[in-house]
């Protein structure tokens, strides 16, 4: 059974920061992997997806990095910002499933 | 990409009484589903909305509880129903695309008093 781990589960930096979010999970046969952002009380937001194939996707300020053998995800957020703030969960779908496994999740907070 | 809307965004209930959560996605999508997230709690998959032919429940979910319909590849609808105050969560409503990237709707926010 995959399971998924992130790490920490909260961090607070300041403003202008370049931090790194960390995702392990258990088995490495895995499709994808996807990065969501969580405002509270909202839904998710995708924002990066990495295919297996794949070492690393950037979007903007957001870099995400797959190593698939070690069982290893990162996001790394540069010049963080206040609007950073959000709760961010990586997710695994594994090869002949449609469905995510999720993280715990990783509470970041941005002070001004 | 795809864009999913739920209505109602949130509700307060009265205990026993049944509410109906609405989704719908902009565009086809493959596969959608519903997602419980109870308060401080990661993500909860409910069950995969099929279309034409009943819902896939995943373990500790029945069909009774959380009856699901998905009429055609943009719609779809979560009944809770019998709610008591153990049902007060966010109901996400969630779409799989053909390029295998998953989006979620803005979530009805559900308090059963």
């Known amino acids: 059974k995959q399971e998924v781990t992130q790490i920490p589960a909260a961090l607070s930096v300041p403003e202008g920061e370049n931090l790194v979010l960390n995702c392990s999970f258990t088995?490495?046969?895995?499709?994808?992997l996807q990065w969501f952002r969580q405002d509270p009380g909202k839904g998710l937001t995708s924002l990066l997806l990495i295919q297996s194939s794949q070492r690393e996707q950037t979007s903007g300020r957001l870099n995400a990095s797959l190593d698939k053998s070690s069982g290893r995800s990162t996001l790394y957020i540069a010049a963080s910002q206040p609007g950073d703030s959000a709760t961010y969960l990586c997710a695994v779908r594994i090869l002949g499933n449609e469905k995510l496994t999720f993280g715990t999740g990783t509470r970041l907070t941005i002070i001004p | 990409s795809a864009v999913i809307s739920q209505k109602p965004s949130r509700d307060i209930c009265q205990r026993g009484t049944s509410l109906t959560i609405q989704c719908q996605v902009d565009s086809q999508v493959t596969m959608m589903f519903w997602y419980r997230q109870q308060p401080g709690q990661s993500l909860t998959l409910i069950a995969t909305a099929n279309q034409g032919s009943e819902a896939t429940y995943e373990s500790g979910f029945v069909i009774d509880k959380f009856p699901i319909s998905r009429p055609n590849l943009t719609f779809s609808t979560l009944t809770v129903s019998n709610m008591s105050p153990e049902d007060s969560s966010i109901y996400l409503c969630s779409a799989l695309t053909g390029s295998y990237e998953q989006y979620f709707g803005p979530g009805t926010r559900l308090t059963v008093t």
């Open positions: 088995d490495s046969a895995i499709y994808n």
